[in-house]
């Protein structure tokens, strides 16, 4: 089971960025999947989830408006695109899965991408 | 500010016990939600240590246990190691707002 993310760099503040988690190993679509962040030094976000086998999201009010998670169970991936960058969304962006319902532990965890925004 | 309160920091010496909290609200632990632990290395991704409140992923040393009660719950590490020496975090879920993941600030654990 692995879980590999991708798209993490430099952006400017207010720019775009779209981070992907490609999933081997089990079925997104069985799965709650979200995006996890943690800004340097600090301690671990919730940004945002998605249903495994319907189209509900939820997202932190901190993120809500500006960034957009999706999925395609067809190609075992989630993606979170990222609009209107902020300084202060500069952290580590993780997606991890949890089984079942979107209350239980995250039982797979990514390596982690860094998204940095800065001028 | 984090939904669910952790001691920022807490430490023992090699062999002591030591415990962590983890207070929330009556919309997620109180809630009846289930309280999940994580251990985190440096430059590492978090790690499950207790699910469901006091369950042991296979692997994980039963020198770690969980426990909650109310609104709270707290993570105990007897015959503390080196190796511990890692920040621990806690999570459940909100049902404020539609329904939301909540972790706590994070626990830096030293050992002494």
Request: charge should be neutral; aromatic fraction near 10%; hydrophobic fraction near 30%.
């Amino acid at each position: 089971v692995q879980l590999v993310e991708s798209g993490g760099g430099l952006v400017k503040p207010g720019g775009s960025l779209r981070l992907s988690c490609a999933a081997s190993g089990f079925s997104l679509s069985d799965y709650y999947m979200s995006w996890i962040r943690q800004a340097p030094g600090k301690g671990l976000e919730w940004v945002s989830y998605s249903s495994g086998k319907t189209t509900y999201t939820n997202y932190a009010d901190s993120v809500k408006g500006r960034f957009t998670i999706s999925r395609d169970n067809a190609k075992n991936s989630l993606y979170l695109q990222m609009t209107s960058l902020r300084a202060e969304d500069t952290a580590v962006y993780y997606c991890a899965s949890q089984a079942g319902t979107v209350d239980r532990n995250f039982d797979y965890w990514g390596q982690g991408t860094l998204v940095t925004v800065s001028s | 500010q984090s939904v669910l309160t952790q001691p920022p920091s807490v430490s023992g010496a090699p062999g002591q016990r030591v415990t962590i909290s983890c207070t929330g609200s009556s919309s997620n632990i109180g809630a009846g939600y289930d309280v999940h632990w994580y251990q985190q290395l440096p430059g590492t991704a978090p790690k499950l240590l207790i699910f469901g409140n006091s369950n042991r992923p296979s692997g994980v040393p039963d020198r770690f246990s969980g426990s909650k009660s109310g609104t709270s719950a707290s993570l105990a590490i007897t015959g503390l190691q080196a190796e511990d020496e890692a920040d621990y975090y806690c999570q459940s879920y909100d049902t404020s707002l539609g329904g939301k993941v909540v972790f706590g600030g994070g626990t830096k654990l030293t050992v002494l």
